[in-house]
Every structure is written in C-alpha cells, then in structure tokens.
C-alpha cells in the first residue's frame, strides 16, 4: 500500500482585472510564496513571526506518523483524554480501535483532533513525546522557528509556527492543511501549479483567508520571472501589478503522481467521515435542512471496514465551492475539504 499523504493542489479561477500591492492589500499577519522546485521565497510578509499554527499543526503530525515505520494496518485503542478534545473531530468512543490508515483519513480529510491524539498516544506513547518529537522533525526539515505542543493545533502556550516554517514543511510533506481557531484567525498552506510552475502559498492570521490566497496566486505567477531573478524575498511595496484574466484548475495528485494541472467540470466539499452510517446520515439532515445538497458516500477500506463520507456539492465553480466552504464554517463551525468532482466514483449513496 503506498503513502496515503495526498496533496490538495487549489488554483484560483480570476474573472476580472485587477491590481494588487501585495503588502498593503493583504489581511494576514504573516505571508510566503515559495518556489516548489527550488524552496526559494518569491515574496514574504513577515515570514519569520511567530504566530498559532491552527490545524496547518497537522502536517507535522502526519510526517511523523507516516515515517515512523508503523504498518498503517496497525491499530490503536481510543482512551477517554482523547475523545474529550474540542471539535472538529470524529467523534471516536473510548475503547474503540482504530487503525493507523483511518486516524490519518481522518486527520487529513476531516481535520479530526480526536484522531490527531490517538495517533499521538499511540507512537509516541504520549501527547507530550509525540510533540516534542514533532519539534524534532520540524527542525530537522528546517522549519527552525516552529514549537509544538499538541497534535491537533488547538490554540496552547508555546505552540506556534511562523509562514516560512510551513512553507518548509508544506514543501516536505506536499500536503494541503488548513486550519482555524480564534487566536490563529484564518491559516493556510497549499501548493499551487500553473503552466509547469508549482508555487507553495502560506498564510497566518488572516481575516479573509481565500482572498489573500487568491492574490498571493496571482501575483506569483504573473511575477515569477521577475521575482526568481530578485534577491529572495525582495518586493516593492509599491509595487501594482496588473492580472488577466483566466480560468484555472484544481486537482488531487499522491506523492508518486507528476505534478501536472488538470480541470475539474465540478467541486465537492467533504464535510466529514464516520464509522457510523448514521452520524454520517445525521449530519446530511442536518446541512439539508440549512439548504445544503448533502449526501453521503460509503468508501470500504483494508481489512473489510467501511468509512461514510459526508459530501455537499457539486459545485460548478472553484470560487463558488470556497464561498459555501466559508459560509459552512462561519454557520456549523466546521471546516471542509473541497475536492475536483471527478476524483470521486459514484456509488449506491451517490448515483451518478
């Protein structure tokens, strides 16, 4: 069985002119663009300021776990310290087992913090060693101005990352996190391709996460001649940059896969995975009744288990999908995973 680390690659479509002076018109705190291919930094924003990581934290958390040698097949029992921890999670039961494979589904698709200590408690036979081993790794990659003090990136004293360091790790791991709490406002880290070009875009503390994202995007690609032959990082303040339009594409791709752009006709956003039908059914009946297309996709893993998905969607645009993906968080608190439509199969739930 291969890696199950996935890489979430979110390019955003642009309908009209505009310009953009990068320091003065973005809301985050802290900003990076990194150059994929060569990890140098094309633009910065006070890159080095520490700041809450929110749930980009779970980055680490999977490189940890996906090289420790552990058979993703391994299972872990759920305790009680685990289940207690806030949402967004699983909700897993005390006692309960769980493998390897499906805490990092959860972690990586439905930002689970339930799972992030269960993982946690059982590599590193605690939370406090597995973090301290966190830190460890992050150093080790490079991400020098990073400390981590839980799993699941809860907001917590002395847990903190800064732009540069997740734009270090997002380039290791080659996986997309996004992540919110009220101290961290709004984070983000995802890599991003155009026209053979991969861009890594990393983001704290922003009060409008998918603008700044989109403008970052832009202004990268539009500029990426001339801020690869600048001095890393140097950017005028001053500086206006005209955008064209075009339309551009998202898609999922595993570390083995060519990096490559490919369109998607349709979006669907995931809204969480359980183990049990009718939690999942549940939760559907919830976002109907908030006017949501909602439904659920039964997905049979290893060892004869099943996992049902809660998906709403589709979604014609990328822009229209992050707007209800906002909207979802800012009504039921929860964030989603959006996906390009065509990555999922049909199924008995959802017939095509």
Request: hydrophobic share 40%; aromatic share 6%.
């Amino acid at each position: 069985m291969g890696p199950i680390l996935t890489v979430l690659l979110i390019l955003l479509p642009i309908n009209s002119v505009w310009s953009f002076s990068p320091d003065a018109d973005l809301t985050a705190r802290a900003a990076v663009i990194m150059d994929a291919a060569t990890g140098k930094i094309l633009y910065q924003k006070d890159s080095d300021l520490p700041l809450p990581p929110a749930s980009t934290t779970k980055v680490v958390t999977a490189i940890l776990a996906l090289e420790s040698g552990r058979k993703l097949t391994e299972s872990f029992t759920v305790s009680k310290a685990a289940t207690r921890v806030p949402a967004t999670k699983l909700y897993l039961r005390p006692g309960q087992t769980i493998t390897i494979e499906d805490l990092l589904y959860g972690i990586l698709l439905s930002s689970a913090n339930d799972a992030s200590m269960v993982l946690a408690e059982g590599i590193g036979g605690s939370v406090e060693r597995y973090t301290e081993l966190m830190t460890k790794k992050a150093h080790a990659i490079g991400a020098l101005n990073s400390n981590f003090t839980n799993p699941h990136g809860l907001t917590a004293p002395d847990h903190y990352s800064t732009a540069r360091d997740l734009a270090i790790l997002f380039r290791y791991a080659m996986k997309n996190a996004t992540g919110y709490t009220h101290a961290a406002q709004k984070c983000f880290v995802g890599a991003v391709v155009r026209n053979g070009v991969t861009l890594i875009v990393s983001i704290l503390g922003a009060r409008d996460q998918w603008g700044d994202t989109k403008k970052l995007l832009e202004y990268g690609f539009d500029n990426y001649q001339t801020l690869e032959t600048q001095p890393a990082g140097k950017t005028s303040m001053s500086e206006r940059v005209s955008v064209r339009p075009e339309h551009i594409s998202a898609s999922i791709v595993t570390p083995q896969e060519d990096i490559k752009s490919k369109p998607s006709d349709a979006y669907l956003l995931q809204v969480g995975s359980f183990r049990e039908r009718d939690r999942a059914e549940s939760l559907v009946k919830q976002f109907s009744a908030d006017g949501f297309e909602a439904f659920v996709e039964t997905i049979s893993l290893t060892g004869g288990q099943t996992t049902y998905r809660v998906r709403v969607g589709p979604y014609a645009e990328l822009l229209e999908a992050q707007e209800i993906a906002q909207e979802i968080l800012d009504k039921n608190g929860l964030r989603v995973l959006i996906l390009p439509a065509p990555a999922v199969q049909p199924t008995a739930d959802n017939p095509s």
